[in-house]
């Protein structure tokens, strides 16, 4: 039976555990971020322009790199359900695909090859005490099995018959909560969107939660059913404000407005005049909607593709 003496050393070691954590996983306090889209945004970095670092000291592999501000996370599997994924910043200026970049010259991507994975990234975020917040971040995904390359878009597009089925979300864990160690999920506490199965175009992903203090954690959110040759996904123009404040809300509104993608046209939208990015869609408003939108981007595409052994 446990002594008192053992019990207060396992909770030291937690308290330690907890704050080590913590420390590493700082507390983001906004600077100028220089996107006109999103005033009052509470994020460090968040259109992901800003500079990078390398991860291995956080735990990920040699080769992951992620935008300033931002912390990777993801499942620890095997070598083809749950790989870890590898994380670079998508830069045209060094030969990244420019149909992946939705605004300026720079995304944060992830992403496997002949395995899934459960990842994304992370941001804590001093915030107004007990503020009600939303969270609108743009991803998109790019996943199947052929190399199927579109020249007037130049570059390569998902594969419709053999996809990996990859689903994005955003989430906010409104008590400012942080994965327990690399290779841990996020949190029970996280309030996560809608989530869209849509490829090759930017969808922007919103949620909406009340702070339970005065620090939150906003997260990025990817996984697949199927270990295909690509499952990738990029991220841009993430946007924390306080609800009813900056534009965020109005973002959200402009894209809803948006023309979506229906279940009969190819994935994919076309090049924008002065930038080669993807139509948008949207996934935010009610549940009803959302389930309604989910369904009509992606998950009734392929009705015959359901998750089972391959």
Not at 52 to 63: A, N
Not at 116 to 123: D, K
Not at 260 to 280: D, I, L, W
């Amino acid at each position: 039976m446990p002594t008192r003496n053992t019990l207060a050393g396992t909770l030291a070691m937690g308290a330690a555990l907890l704050t080590a954590i913590l420390l590493v996983s700082p507390v983001a306090t906004a600077a100028p971020s220089g996107q006109a889209d999103c005033p009052g945004n509470l994020l460090v970095n968040g259109n992901f322009e800003g500079g990078s670092r390398k991860t291995e000291s956080l735990g990920t592999s040699l080769s992951s790199a992620v935008a300033d501000g931002w912390f990777p996370w993801f499942v620890r599997g095997d070598e083809a359900n749950n790989r870890e994924p590898e994380f670079k910043v998508e830069q045209v200026a060094i030969g990244g695909d420019p149909y992946r970049i939705r605004s300026g010259g720079q995304s944060q991507k992830f992403f496997t090859t002949w395995a899934t994975h459960t990842a994304g990234i992370y941001q804590r975020v001093s915030v107004p005490r007990n503020a009600t917040l939303q969270f609108a971040v743009y991803g998109m995904a790019y996943s199947g099995e052929a190399d199927i390359f579109d020249p007037g878009r130049r570059s390569f597009l998902s594969d419709p018959q053999k996809p990996g089925n990859y689903r994005l979300w955003a989430g906010i864990d409104p008590t400012g909560a942080v994965p327990s160690a690399m290779g841990a999920p996020p949190p029970a506490s996280v309030i996560w969107s809608e989530p869209s199965m849509v490829t090759d175009e930017w969808v922007m992903l919103t949620v909406v939660a009340r702070a339970q203090g005065a620090v939150v954690t906003v997260y990025t959110k990817g996984t697949q059913d199927w270990s295909v040759k690509h499952n990738d996904s990029f991220w841009e123009d993430a946007c924390l404000v306080v609800a009813g404040r900056g534009s965020a809300a109005a973002l959200a509104a402009a894209a809803a407005a948006a023309p979506e993608a229906s279940a009969g046209e190819s994935s994919g939208g076309q090049a924008q005049a002065e930038q080669p990015a993807g139509r948008t869609a949207a996934v935010s408003g009610s549940p009803p909607r959302q389930a309604a939108a989910r369904l009509r981007l992606g998950v009734a595409r392929f009705p015959d593709r359901l998750p089972a052994a391959r």
